[in-house]
């Protein structure tokens, strides 16, 4: 298992004594409140990576489009900075939906947990794991941020499935995580597998200037997104290893099972 230097080590917490909100939680990062007027004015370049004050914003709005009905959604810093905190912000009742950063290989990819299939967390990497190996995706960074989000929702000893999407049109560059992660997460939120869609990033990137320069999104905007076209003959494929909370989500010997053809994960609930 690859290691990675703590990623609170170049962060520096300016939180006071007081617990924050979860809506302080969402319109904070790096210490400073988004200022939605300076977003109004970004841009956003194809062939950058994203920056994470963009898509805490993005993701803001868009909770903010379905009346906070999802749990999740937080600013990546403050998972790292409050974990204390998450028991409070994620009670397990309700669809969890999280845009991570992977310190270990500086990218971004999203964790799913379906209230209905509790004991299963979904990770969506926009570079799709190879021969269903889960090593790479499942490091010592993405598995103490999957342990800090959802760990306090189960047993030491309770078995827990974490499962990699293989089934997802991949990533073959260095900077498109970012607005592949914004894509997954708004298709998630709105019951549709992103292994079903091939993405089109100019769209994307658009779609995320839309919302982030709206004063008040409405979730009409939302379900209209054209984020690309379906993928003719896809199929959601997942690579599945059982851990539990007190092995710290620790993978051994890379073992993992495969689950083909496996339904959208929004859609079980329908």
């Known amino acids: 298992?690859?290691?990675?230097?703590?990623?609170?080590?170049?962060?520096?917490?300016?939180?006071?004594?007081?617990?924050?909100?979860?809506?302080?939680?969402?319109?904070?990062?790096?210490?400073?409140?988004?200022?939605?007027?300076?977003?109004?004015?970004?841009?956003i370049q194809m062939g950058k990576r994203l920056a994470d004050d963009i898509i805490d914003a993005y993701c803001n709005k868009l909770q903010e489009g379905v009346a906070e009905e999802i749990d999740g959604m937080l600013a990546m810093q403050y998972i790292l900075l409050e974990p204390n905190s998450m028991k409070d912000l994620i009670k397990g009742d309700r669809n969890?939906?999280?845009?991570?950063?992977?310190?270990?290989?500086?990218?971004?990819?999203?964790?799913?947990?379906?209230?209905?299939?509790?004991?299963?967390?979904?990770?969506?990497?926009?570079?799709?794991?190879?021969?269903?190996?889960?090593?790479?995706?499942?490091?010592?960074?993405?598995?103490?941020?999957?342990?800090?989000?959802?760990?306090?929702?189960?047993?030491?000893?309770?078995?827990?499935?974490?499962?990699?999407?293989?089934?997802?049109?991949?990533?073959?560059d260095c900077w498109s995580c970012g607005l592949r992660a914004v894509a997954f997460i708004t298709?998630?939120?709105?019951?549709?597998?992103?292994?079903?869609?091939?993405?089109?990033?100019?769209?994307?990137?658009?779609?995320?200037?839309?919302?982030?320069?709206?004063?008040?999104?409405?979730?009409?905007?939302?379900?209209?997104a054209q984020l690309g076209q379906e993928r003719e003959g896809s199929k959601s494929c997942l690579a599945v290893v059982r851990v539990t909370k007190g092995g710290k989500f620790a993978i051994e010997n890379e073992t993992a099972y495969v689950i083909s053809e496996e339904p959208s994960a929004m859609t079980e609930e329908k």
Do not use: W
């Not at 570079?127 to 889960?134: A, L, M, R, T």
């Not at 998630?188 to 004063?215: H, Q, V, W």
């Open 1 to 43: 298992m690859a290691e990675c230097e703590n990623a609170t080590s170049d962060v520096i917490s300016v939180i006071n004594d007081s617990d924050p909100s979860k809506a302080q939680l969402q319109q904070m990062t790096n210490g400073r409140e988004i200022d939605d007027e300076n977003f109004k004015k970004i841009d």
């Open 96 to 172: 969890t939906c999280q845009v991570i950063y992977d310190h270990c290989r500086s990218h971004y990819l999203v964790l799913f947990r379906n209230k209905l299939n509790p004991k299963r967390i979904v990770v969506y990497d926009p570079i799709v794991p190879k021969n269903n190996s889960v090593a790479e995706t499942l490091n010592d960074s993405v598995r103490q941020q999957i342990l800090i989000l959802f760990g306090h929702l189960y047993e030491e000893d309770e078995r827990v499935e974490i499962a990699i999407e293989t089934g997802l049109s991949t990533q073959n």
């Open 187 to 224: 298709h998630l939120l709105l019951g549709i597998n992103p292994a079903s869609y091939e993405y089109d990033l100019e769209k994307i990137r658009k779609f995320i200037l839309k919302i982030t320069k709206m004063d008040r999104l409405d979730l009409s905007v939302i379900v209209a």
